[in-house]
């Protein structure tokens, strides 16, 4: 395991070894030990320029199966990261676009699978491109590794019964992470998601609303822990809780999942991965529409 740096920005944090800055992306770039990925929303950024060594991971051609909705599994993700040059005692950074939402999706699934190193690079790619750090076209090539993972830790996914079972409850920890348009159901098909779509609008009956995009500053970095201990605590989303979160196909739900397991230290918090597009098109479950929760 690489060191992490000491720094007063990551100070409070639960994990604070769970972040790494763009400085030390930087000096790091040449560590042999160290895997730098990134992982964006727009697919084609990392062919336009990406950070020197970094290897690039689709989130729909590699991450997910071809054939039906899941992830790669155990052995095509083990494929997958000795094809990266990634062996179990390497240290990842990730790193993309729109406040590293996919970063954190791909991390998510790497943690799923029991890699132990992973690290997110606090402000992702508009951090790195702001402060004139360098890019290049030049794709790296790595030397295969022998990768070994883990069985699936389905401690951090939920799945549809899951979330079902906490709205019988009556008091779901829920959080629907999407914008105030999708949660009202205003929006049901958003324009260029066509493969999100959903039959109907609204949201898991009980949820909360509180869109990822809260827990970031506008320069993409995460916001510090007093912040958002006051976004997700008057919401009744308390680390006493068994938290599930929930976006449209748990991407963005995966950046929430980040935020609360390892910036805020909740001990039980899960990600939805079905979300909205699942549940929004299932016979017989409930939902609510409009802007309270619903219960």
Known sequence: MVATETREDTKGYAHPEMLVSTEWVGEHLDDPKVRIVESDEDVLLYDIGHIPGAVKLDWHTDLQNQVERDFINKAEFEQLLSRAGISNDTTVVFYGDRNNWYAAYTL?????????????????????????????????????????AQEADESIRAYRDDVLAQVKAGAPALIDVRSPAEYTGEVIHMQGYSQEGAQRGG?????????????????????????????????????????????????????????????????????????????????????????????
């Open 108 to 148: 998510w699934l790497f943690k799923y699978y029991g890699h132990k190193d992973v690290r997110i690079m606090n402000g992702g790619r508009a951090k790195w491109e702001a402060e004139g750090r360098p890019f290049t076209r030049e794709v790296p090539s790595y030397e295969a590794t022998t990768y070994t």
């Open 203 to 295: 949201h898991v009956r009980g949820a909360q609303s509180i869109p990822w995009a809260k827990a970031a500053n506008e320069d993409g970095t995460f916001k510090s822990p007093d912040e958002l201990k006051a976004i997700y605590g008057p919401s009744g989303i308390t680390p006493d809780k068994e938290v599930i979160a929930y976006c449209r196909i748990g991407e963005r739900s995966s950046h929430t999942w980040f935020v609360l397991t390892y910036l805020l230290g909740y001990p039980n918090v899960r990600n939805y991965d079905g979300s909205w597009t699942e549940w929004g098109s299932m016979v017989g479950v409930p939902i609510a529409k409009g802007a309270e929760p619903g219960l």
